[in-house]
């Protein structure tokens, strides 16, 4: 069964950074895709970044482009998610995601709190 344990969230003031991590466990992930979604209170659970676990493809939404950078640790299973130049609407509910290539997110993490201060 694959598992998904997101660390690394916390209070951080505007403009300063966090790295977030995500252990993946349970399966090869040859064929996946790794993902980062973020849930503010009162809002639908949005997508971050993700990235092709295989060759290392990177792919991000508007809001964070040449903010934040996905990566993956092939030896170690783990993606990460830096965060630089944070916002106070960076705050939210942080979560790791997997799916097989041309499927849907099946796979999702607890989340983890991240609270940008103004």
């Keep these: 069964?694959?598992?998904?344990?997101?660390?690394?969230?916390?209070l951080v003031q505007a403009g300063g950074s966090l790295r977030l991590s995500c252990a993946a466990s349970g399966r090869t992930f040859t064929s996946y895709i790794m993902g980062w979604f973020r849930q503010a209170p009162g809002k639908d659970r949005e997508f971050v970044a993700a990235i092709t676990w295989s060759d290392g493809n990177t792919y991000y939404a508007d809001s964070v482009k040449g903010r934040f950078t996905i990566s993956r640790d092939?030896?170690?299973n783990m993606v990460y998610l830096q965060m630089n130049s944070l916002k106070p609407e960076d705050t939210a509910v942080y979560y790791c995601a997997a799916r097989v290539m041309y499927g849907n997110y099946k796979y999702w993490g607890q989340g983890t709190q991240v609270t940008v201060s103004s």
């Excluded at 069964?1 to 916390?10: A, H, T, Y």
């Design 1 to 10: 069964q694959v598992q998904l344990v997101e660390s690394g969230g916390g």
């Design 74 to 76: 092939i030896a170690k």
